[in-house]
Nanobody, 122 residues
Framework: QVRLEVSGGATVRPGASLTLSCQGSGFVSNRYYVGWFRQGPGSEREFVGGSNLVGADTKYADSVKGRFAISRVNNRNILELQMNNLRIDDTAVYFC???????????????WGQGTQVTVHE
């Protein structure tokens, strides 16, 4: 059974950097796509970025392009979301989720980790 464990949330100042980790297990093939999502206070959940299981085929929301980056921890089943130059409106609960296939696959994100809180304020 696919499991995703999310960690790394913290409270930081604007302009700070923070790295979130998504530890995956139970994948039965390499054909999964992992997406990062966030939900701010009073906001809908939105897609932040994603990659395949080795950190390739990345895609990012316009709001985080150039600031956030996804990478794989070498030889470990961990994908990191590196967040730089954080803004107050980046404050949200961040999730990672997985679906079968590629970024363009129409399958739902079936597997979800529990969220981790990122708070950005002065």
């Amino acid at each position: 059974q696919v499991r995703l464990e999310v960690s790394g949330g913290a409270t930081v100042r604007p302009g700070a950097s923070l790295t979130l980790s998504c530890q995956g297990s139970g994948f039965v093939s390499n054909r999964y796509y992992v997406g990062w999502f966030r939900q701010g206070p009073g906001s809908e959940r939105e897609f932040v970025g994603g990659s395949n299981l080795v950190g390739a085929d990345t895609k990012y929301a316009d709001s985080v392009k150039g600031r956030f980056a996804i990478s794989r921890v070498n030889n470990r089943n961990i994908l990191e979301l590196q967040m730089n130059n954080l803004r107050i409106d980046d404050t949200a609960v961040y999730f990672c989720a997985a679906k079968r296939g590629t970024i363009d696959s129409q399958d739902d994100y079936r597997y979800w980790g529990q969220g981790t809180q990122v708070t950005v304020h002065e």
